[in-house]
T-cell receptor
Framework: ETGVTQTPRHLVMGMTNKKSLKCEQH?????MYWYKQSAKKPLELMFV???????ENNSVPSRFSPECPNSSHLFLHLHTLQPEDSALYLC?????????????FGSGTQLSVL | AQTVTQSQPEMSVQEAETVTLSCTYD???????LFWYKQPPSRQMILVIR??????QNATENRFSVNFQKAAKSFSLKISDSQLGDAAMYFC?????????????FGTGTRLTIIP
């Protein structure tokens, strides 16, 4: 099921670079999420936005900076990352950030930090 | 803190056969939601099935069904008539009912291989 688009699909960056991940949803949803997926670890929720306001920030390092300019777009700005930040970054959306809501995911950005 | 455990890192099944993926969770809550998500090689996670804890009846979606054992805190996924397109990572997830998806906890996943 399409509806959540993430770009770029792959990203390689040095530790001193600044880059941004982009997520766009065409489903009319009001909540958007960033997840980090590392090998053999559970998905880690990074940020939640509901109606363009951040409602959750799970102690994510400040080198990750989210931005939600409207309910359809979500960005993750990256700067001075560490090699351990290499992972698959997934964006998701739901109708609202409510109980039991179905999440719709994008295909992720595979990030490698050198 | 709630935890979700998937004890089978990898499973395989012959095409057209039935396979069961296990999931256990730890919670002191009485009302919550449980989910199974599928992540194929395309990397896009898709909801397979959802169960509300207060509902006694096991959820079913076509070839996918769950065995929800609330007292045992077990939530297994049964895939009947396995197809090649079922090959994927499967993630079990839990959320408390009085919280939104900001409290969704995932397991580490089970990689399912379908043998032709």
């Amino acid at each position: 099921e399409t509806g959540v688009t993430q770009t770029p699909r792959h990203l390689v960056m040095g530790m001193t670079n600044k880059k941004s991940l982009k997520c766009e949803q065409h489903l009319g949803h009001n909540a958007m999420y960033w997840y980090k997926q590392s090998a053999k670890k559970p998905l880690e929720l990074m940020f939640v936005y509901s109606l363009e306001e951040r409602v959750e920030n799970n102690s994510v390092p400040s080198r990750f900076s989210p931005e939600c300019p409207n309910s359809s777009h979500l960005f993750l700005h990256l700067h001075t990352l560490q090699p351990e930040d290499s992972a698959l970054y997934l964006c998701a959306s739901s109708r609202r950030a409510g109980r039991g809501e179905k999440l719709f995911f994008g295909s992720g950005t595979q990030l490698s930090v050198l | 803190a709630q935890t979700v455990t998937q004890s089978q890192p990898e499973m395989s099944v012959q095409e057209a056969e039935t396979v069961t993926l296990s999931c256990t969770y730890d919670t002191s809550e009485s009302d919550y939601y449980l989910f199974w998500y599928k992540q194929p090689p395309s990397r896009q996670m898709i909801l397979v099935i959802r169960q509300e804890a207060y509902k006694q009846q096991n959820a079913t979606e076509n070839r996918f069904s769950v065995n929800f054992q609330k007292a045992a805190k077990s939530f297994s996924l049964k895939i009947s008539d396995s197809q090649l397109g079922d090959a994927a990572m499967y993630f079990c997830a839990y959320s408390r009912s009085n919280f939104g998806n900001e409290k969704l906890t995932f397991g580490t996943g089970t990689r399912l291989t379908i043998i032709p």
